[in-house]
């Protein structure tokens, strides 16, 4: 059942361009954070399965080096991080800091099908980033540097993450902080 942050009448401004920034870097430490751990514990079940000897093995010979299976966990992981948050209280840590949330245009807290849409589209965008100036070299920022303006940067107060998953990302306003405290 969705969570209802604010009655569907009241509108919330847009969160500025600058507000998702700051939020997307600082989500993008925890993230660095959290991917740390879940390749930790990946390789630890890894090794344990295919024995240490032989897993060091596969280490040093760089058959690991580009594990499919990995790189699957590690998306997995993150999305599940990103998911949680926003399904169940609309912010990120990053986001919190910043009050900025991630709602439906009613009030209420995003889908786990909208957060795998607001995802998958982040996702996709950074890794047609990634192929292009992998192939491309520096003329990749020409090309891709609108595609991540777009992504991120609001126009008309919506991202390409906010149309795909039928969301917004709103401020959320002072005073509701101030009434908390005083309960």
Not at 78 to 90: E, S
């Amino acid at each position: 059942m969705p969570r209802r942050f604010h009655d569907a009448e009241e509108l919330l401004p847009p969160a500025t361009a600058v507000k998702r920034a700051l939020a997307i870097i600082y989500d993008g430490l925890i993230s660095i954070a959290v991917l740390l751990v879940a390749t930790w514990i990946y390789t630890i079940i890894a090794g344990w399965l295919t024995g240490w000897d032989k897993y060091e093995q596969m280490a040093e010979a760089g058959a690991i080096s580009g594990d499919p299976a990995l790189t699957f966990v590690l998306f997995l992981v993150l999305y599940l991080f990103f998911a949680y948050f926003w399904t169940r209280l609309g912010q990120t840590l990053g986001m919190q800091v910043w009050r900025i949330r991630i709602e439906n245009l009613d009030g209420t807290s995003v889908s786990w099908t909208q957060a795998l849409f607001r995802y998958g589209t982040a996702a996709a965008a950074i890794f047609i980033t990634l192929l292009a100036s992998h192939y491309l070299g520096p003329v990749t920022l020409f090309l891709t540097v609108p595609l991540i303006l777009a992504l991120f940067c609001p126009i008309n107060g919506l991202s390409v993450t906010d149309r795909v998953s039928n969301s917004v990302v709103v401020q959320v306003p002072m005073e509701k902080r101030a009434k908390r405290a005083e309960r």
